[in-house]
């Protein structure tokens, strides 16, 4: 085994014997443990230019540069047109049934019922990089939710909620109070609606189910193919290969379905309902979302007002239990964390321990 | 404490004092399901209670959260308003505030149902024709169709009845120059003029719907010699008689026609 170096030859010279000796007392006396790395920096030469000490100034307004095209910003942007400025609601797909009009006219139509819509949250472009609001429908038993979602609710002051779903609004006008009931008559009849759902899983069709293929025939020599597609392309002239994206068979239904600018029909608030003209996906009892149709122009201005006119003279406290269910929460996730919860509820030393916390 | 009457009513004191004990009662007192209740919270704060999570081998209380159990107002709606344009911003009255949430109705289509088929059938009429009863339509009786849109009445066996409310349809089946025919028409569709029953099944029969009627064993055929049996009795071709005054079925005589 070869000689160990003395531990002081490690050391090395002081690099500026010539600082002062407040800033040599840390870092000189810390340097030599420290790794030996290049410092950034211009070491040699010389330049006339400003020092580049922030590359992303290229990119500014006022360097005369157009405004990026991509980015979260540009995103925004380019959805605007697309995006409604009102938030929708999350409702129960009831069943289908007729509206039958005066003049003999009969209109499917499907019945739609929101079941305690509130505002659970609001998305912002500064916390989240857009604008949402998110709504929750129906209730859920407190045993069938988890502890991460037991605390979110108690932060908003609501009971559970059976789902949640998020709806992109255009600008933070569209935000909402959370903790407000939407009722059917946030939609107006006559007005137009795009509605998701998910449709039912079919499982794995064959072409004609899946894309309305025609199949062939029942005779003139055909033997066992009655049903299959057939050709899945042309031959050389064609490259002799399958393109993209041919329609093939394959798993069929159990995706999201929007159907696009469906007319509202009807709005109760005491039955809860919407009804839309024509179907909607999905089975019965199953939940879909309701927004403004992207498609058509959003609803007048002055009915928008009006709807957030009427949930303000509705739910006048809003904020306030908002606000208190906050604290609330924040008193008690001490409490949690203490491991005093117990304490809590028994009710032990509750006045004195209170006090404490607050 | 009021020490002044105290010559006058001795006991006077213990009200006092029941009254201070009254109030410690709250705090002594207190169980786990009450731990939630007596405390002092913002008034704006809803009423919550706390949902316990224990631990599954050891039962022991893990964690607690507030579970929040806002009010709940249970609609009862009997008549529904049908609101046909959007209202006016203009000339509207301050909505009121909301006692809490507003809970409707799980199964909102009977109601829908019949709101509709009051608007559509004021008289009742329609609805007694197809109601469940002995004066009702059944499968196997033979109708007229009278439709709006005018064109020859269209009789036929009833094969089915599709109730669904509002949506209520009926299916008949004929045959027309030795073609059999079959027509779906909506019991509640104001084109839908009149329904008239022109003969009764001789016994009520076994199935919902008739559909083995299709099949040449079974084929009633052209129901035309019943119809004009039918409109003889009911003396049609005479050309002065007016239709109310005729003998028909109960449900079928209160029908409209145009």
Redesign the interface.
């Given at each position: 085994m070869p000689p160990r170096l003395p531990a002081r030859s490690w050391r090395q010279p002081p690099l500026r014997p010539f600082l002062s000796p407040s800033s040599q007392s840390t870092t000189a006396l810390l340097r030599p443990l420290l790794p030996l790395t290049t410092t950034r920096g211009v070491k040699y030469g010389w330049s006339t230019l400003p020092k580049r000490a922030k590359p992303t100034r290229f990119n500014q307004v006022t360097a005369g540069i157009p405004a990026p095209s991509t980015g979260p910003a540009a995103a925004l942007k380019r959805r605007e047109r697309t995006t409604p400025i009102r938030t929708g609601v999350l409702a129960i797909k009831?069943?289908m049934?007729?509206?039958?009009?005066?003049?003999?006219a009969?209109i499917p139509c499907t019945?739609l019922?929101?079941?305690?819509v509130?505002v659970v949250a609001n998305k912002t472009r500064d916390r989240n990089g857009y604008w949402a609001v998110q709504v929750g429908l129906g209730e859920r038993a407190?045993?069938n939710v988890g502890?991460p979602m037991?605390?979110y609710?108690?932060a908003k002051?609501?009971?559970?909620k059976k789902k949640l779903a998020e709806f992109k609004v255009r600008s933070k006008d569209g935000l909402l109070p959370v903790g407000v009931?939407l009722?059917p008559?946030w939609f107006?009849?006559?007005?137009c609606v795009d509605v998701r759902g998910h449709a039912r899983g079919m499982g794995f069709a064959g072409g004609m189910k899946r894309h309305g293929f025609s199949g062939q025939e029942a005779s003139h020599g055909n033997s066992k193919n009655h049903r299959t597609i057939g050709t899945v392309g042309p031959s050389q002239g064609g490259g002799s290969r399958v393109y993209p994206g041919k329609k093939m068979p394959g798993r069929m239904g159990g995706q999201r379905v929007t159907m696009q600018n469906l007319p509202v029909l009807?709005?109760?608030?005491?039955?809860?309902?919407v009804?839309v003209k024509g179907c909607v996906a999905g089975p019965k009892n199953s939940v879909v979302m309701v927004q403004d149709a992207v498609k058509k122009p959003p609803p007048?201005a002055?009915?928008v007002?009006?709807t957030r006119q009427?949930l303000d003279?509705?739910?006048?406290?809003a904020f306030?239990?908002l606000?208190?269910?906050r604290?609330?929460?924040l008193e008690?996730k001490k409490w949690?964390k203490d491991k005093r919860?117990?304490m809590?509820?028994?009710?032990e030393n509750?006045?004195e321990s209170?006090e404490v916390v607050l | 404490m009021n020490v002044a009457p105290l010559s006058g009513r001795p006991l006077a004191c213990l009200k006092t004092s029941v009254r201070r004990a009254r109030q410690q009662k709250a705090?002594l007192c207190?169980?786990?399901a009450t731990?939630s209740q007596g405390?002092a919270?913002?008034s704006?704060?809803?009423d919550y209670n706390?949902?316990?999570?224990k631990d599954q081998k050891t039962k022991k209380?893990r964690?607690?959260?507030?579970?929040?159990?806002?009010p709940?107002v249970k609609?009862n709606?009997t008549t529904?308003?049908?609101?046909?344009?959007?209202?006016k911003?203009a000339k509207?009255t301050?909505?009121?505030?909301?006692p809490g949430?507003?809970?409707?109705?799980s199964?909102?289509?009977p109601?829908?149902?019949a709101s509709?088929i009051a608007?559509?059938d004021p008289t009742g009429a329609r609805t007694a024709l197809f109601a469940k009863t002995k004066q009702g339509v059944r499968v196997g009786d033979v109708l007229m169709v009278t439709h709006?849109?005018g064109g020859e009445p269209f009789a036929g066996v009833c094969i089915s009845i599709r109730r669904?409310?509002?949506?209520t349809a009926i299916l008949l089946r004929n045959h027309l120059s030795k073609v059999g025919v079959e027509m779906w028409f909506?019991v509640?569709?104001?084109?839908v003029a009149g329904i008239e029953i022109i003969k009764r099944a001789r016994r009520r029969a076994r199935r919902a719907r008739l559909t083995y009627l299709r099949k040449p064993k079974h084929d009633v055929g052209s129901v035309s010699d019943l119809v004009f049996a039918w409109k003889k009795t009911r003396k049609v071709f005479n050309t002065k008689s007016s239709p109310a005054s005729s003998k028909t079925a109960k449900g079928a005589k209160a029908a409209k026609k145009k």
């Amino acid at each position: 085994m070869p000689p160990r170096l003395p531990a002081r030859s490690w050391r090395q010279p002081p690099l500026r014997p010539f600082l002062s000796p407040s800033s040599q007392s840390t870092t000189a006396l810390l340097r030599p443990l420290l790794p030996l790395t290049t410092t950034r920096g211009v070491k040699y030469g010389w330049s006339t230019l400003p020092k580049r000490a922030k590359p992303t100034r290229f990119n500014q307004v006022t360097a005369g540069i157009p405004a990026p095209s991509t980015g979260p910003a540009a995103a925004l942007k380019r959805r605007e047109r697309t995006t409604p400025i009102r938030t929708g609601v999350l409702a129960i797909k009831k069943g289908m049934t007729a509206f039958m009009g005066k003049s003999g006219a009969r209109i499917p139509c499907t019945v739609l019922q929101l079941d305690r819509v509130q505002v659970v949250a609001n998305k912002t472009r500064d916390r989240n990089g857009y604008w949402a609001v998110q709504v929750g429908l129906g209730e859920r038993a407190a045993d069938n939710v988890g502890a991460p979602m037991l605390g979110y609710f108690e932060a908003k002051g609501l009971s559970p909620k059976k789902k949640l779903a998020e709806f992109k609004v255009r600008s933070k006008d569209g935000l909402l109070p959370v903790g407000v009931q939407l009722l059917p008559d946030w939609f107006h009849v006559g007005q137009c609606v795009d509605v998701r759902g998910h449709a039912r899983g079919m499982g794995f069709a064959g072409g004609m189910k899946r894309h309305g293929f025609s199949g062939q025939e029942a005779s003139h020599g055909n033997s066992k193919n009655h049903r299959t597609i057939g050709t899945v392309g042309p031959s050389q002239g064609g490259g002799s290969r399958v393109y993209p994206g041919k329609k093939m068979p394959g798993r069929m239904g159990g995706q999201r379905v929007t159907m696009q600018n469906l007319p509202v029909l009807m709005v109760d608030n005491e039955l809860g309902i919407v009804v839309v003209k024509g179907c909607v996906a999905g089975p019965k009892n199953s939940v879909v979302m309701v927004q403004d149709a992207v498609k058509k122009p959003p609803p007048p201005a002055e009915f928008v007002g009006m709807t957030r006119q009427v949930l303000d003279e509705r739910f006048p406290d809003a904020f306030e239990a908002l606000e208190a269910a906050r604290e609330r929460h924040l008193e008690l996730k001490k409490w949690r964390k203490d491991k005093r919860i117990e304490m809590l509820l028994s009710g032990e030393n509750v006045a004195e321990s209170h006090e404490v916390v607050l | 404490m009021n020490v002044a009457p105290l010559s006058g009513r001795p006991l006077a004191c213990l009200k006092t004092s029941v009254r201070r004990a009254r109030q410690q009662k709250a705090f002594l007192c207190r169980s786990m399901a009450t731990g939630s209740q007596g405390r002092a919270s913002p008034s704006s704060l809803p009423d919550y209670n706390f949902y316990q999570l224990k631990d599954q081998k050891t039962k022991k209380l893990r964690s607690a959260f507030a579970v929040y159990t806002p009010p709940t107002v249970k609609t009862n709606p009997t008549t529904i308003t049908i609101v046909n344009k959007p209202p006016k911003p203009a000339k509207r009255t301050p909505e009121p505030k909301l006692p809490g949430l507003i809970a409707p109705p799980s199964d909102p289509l009977p109601i829908l149902h019949a709101s509709q088929i009051a608007r559509m059938d004021p008289t009742g009429a329609r609805t007694a024709l197809f109601a469940k009863t002995k004066q009702g339509v059944r499968v196997g009786d033979v109708l007229m169709v009278t439709h709006r849109r005018g064109g020859e009445p269209f009789a036929g066996v009833c094969i089915s009845i599709r109730r669904a409310g509002i949506d209520t349809a009926i299916l008949l089946r004929n045959h027309l120059s030795k073609v059999g025919v079959e027509m779906w028409f909506k019991v509640y569709n104001k084109n839908v003029a009149g329904i008239e029953i022109i003969k009764r099944a001789r016994r009520r029969a076994r199935r919902a719907r008739l559909t083995y009627l299709r099949k040449p064993k079974h084929d009633v055929g052209s129901v035309s010699d019943l119809v004009f049996a039918w409109k003889k009795t009911r003396k049609v071709f005479n050309t002065k008689s007016s239709p109310a005054s005729s003998k028909t079925a109960k449900g079928a005589k209160a029908a409209k026609k145009k």
